[in-house]
């Protein structure tokens, strides 16, 4: 079943509030890109009292340009505005500065501010500064995204800003960074080297990043599909295939997948989510999205909790739905049984997690009970929408059966809930990429 990513803001960091969204929460997401480095400190903190277990989830900045304004600016229609990243520049009424350098290459003359939403015309460029007419009067709040259609980020500048971020958000000791606007994966390789505890969750939100999306899916822990930027960098008539092809890629990688933006967002003015919500939602568990995040739904809106509610019936009325208890063809042959099979539970023991990730490439659809003593894979792992996790003390490799006999016995209630019957699977000396040292099936009788 999908897991539930929310994200804390202004209106749910209150100690009050902030208790329900975690017991109803699998994953609490920090966007650094709003609120002081004090305040996301104090928000960790607030939560590791709560729950010291739920993995916390910081999304750095990347390098896409923000608007630098700390009040709202009223856009007239056909009016022209300069949106500059230079510092040292003559002020006037109509300046917009930004947070970020302009696109290396910008390929099309119009661009768009907050998620697509709003649209301009260029009518001239320097490598600092645009100026460029607005096709609508509208109110701009403050430190709202400009995306630029189809356009590449420098390289270089987006590693220097990741690892500025790094540096600063590592020290406050969250589980998982999300690194924005990812357009490679020759950046994971070398975070990994420097920051091996964290779990890397790539987002998939620009032109160059869903060219590279099989790469970084790969090299990745976790994928984020931030569909509002996404739309804005791509097109929003590009949508639909772009996700489908992402998320493809993602579950052919074994890796779970987190799909944002805008999920449940009709739900911050109204009582109900409207339908094209409702649809999107079963069409994203479709794809195989292992997490649904919420964003503004529970950053920012008084409905909050009312949102998650829903959600978490929603979730509920699935699994409700899709119970059943499974039966066991002991007749298939092991080389190709794990494709064949169809809602079993799969018991695995493992230390590294090539297991957890071979098996979903193969089949995605198995009931996936994860003991293991590593616990950055325990909370990557949590996360997949197929998977339950067990911790456990260290593998006791001299005396293997006993020790496995021992955990399975503990947690028989989990394991046989829905089956008289499971699969076995170890990984007990892993190497990437191999098959199981061991495949049994055993039936709940062996463990009375």
């Not at 939100?205 to 930027?229: C, H, Y």
């Not at 003015?269 to 069409?283: I, Y």
């Not at 008289?420 to 199981?436: E, T």
Request: hydrophobic share 40%.
């Amino acid at each position: 079943m999908f897991k539930i990513v929310s994200t804390i803001g202004p209106i749910s960091a209150n100690i009050g509030t902030l208790k329900k969204i975690i017991n109803s929460s699998d994953l609490i997401r920090l966007n650094g890109a709003h609120n002081t480095i004090e305040w996301h400190k104090n928000t960790i903190t607030k939560i590791r009292k709560i729950n010291s277990k739920i993995p916390i989830l910081v999304d750095l900045p990347g390098i896409k340009p923000r608007t630098n304004n700390i009040k709202k600016i009223f856009i007239n229609k056909n009016q022209i505005y300069r949106f500059s990243y230079q510092k040292k520049i003559k002020k006037s009424k109509n300046d917009i500065f930004l947070s970020n350098p302009l696109p290396e290459i910008i390929k099309d003359k119009k661009f768009t501010l907050s998620d697509g939403n709003f649209n301009f015309i260029i009518k001239k460029k320097t490598k600092n500064e645009i100026y460029a007419k607005s096709l609508q009067s509208f109110v701009l709040f403050p430190q709202k995204g400009v995306n630029f259609l189809n356009s590449k980020y420098d390289e270089k500048n987006q590693r220097k800003k990741y690892f500025k971020y790094l540096k600063v958000f590592s020290k406050l000791k969250p589980d998982a960074v999300g690194l924005s606007y990812i357009q490679s994966a020759n950046i994971l390789f070398d975070i990994k080297k420097k920051f091996n505890n964290l779990i890397l969750v790539s987002k998939i939100e620009n032109f160059s990043g869903l060219l590279n999306s099989k790469s970084i899916a790969e090299a990745s822990d976790m994928v984020m599909i931030d569909r509002g930027d996404l739309s804005a960098e791509i097109g929003s008539e590009n949508l639909f295939s772009s996700i489908k092809e992402i998320s493809k890629n993602v579950k052919k990688s074994g890796k779970p997948l987190i799909m944002a933006t805008e999920n449940l967002e009709s739900m911050t003015k109204k009582t109900n989510p409207s339908k094209s919500e409702v649809v999107a939602m079963g069409f994203n568990l479709d794809l195989g999205a292992d997490c649904i995040m919420l964003s503004e739904e529970t950053a920012v809106s008084e409905s909050c909790l009312k949102i998650l509610a829903w959600l978490n019936n929603f979730r509920i009325k699935l699994k409700d739905s899709s119970k059943k208890k499974s039966t066991l063809n002991r007749q298939l042959l092991l080389s190709n049984f794990i494709e064949k099979l169809d809602g079993q539970t799969l018991v695995i023991f493992s230390k590294k997690g090539y297991a957890v990730e071979s098996v979903n490439k193969i089949n995605d659809k198995l009931n996936i009970i994860l003991f293991t003593d590593n616990r950055k894979l325990l909370k990557i792992s949590s996360l997949r929408r197929n998977v339950q996790t067990i911790f456990t003390k260290k593998f006791d490799n001299k005396n293997l059966e006993k020790f496995i006999y021992k955990n399975i016995k503990k947690n028989k209630k989990i394991i046989f809930r829905n089956t008289r019957d499971v699969i076995i699977l170890r990984i007990i000396y892993p190497i990437s990429n191999s098959r199981a040292n061991n495949i049994s099936i055993v039936n709940y009788k062996n463990f009375k």
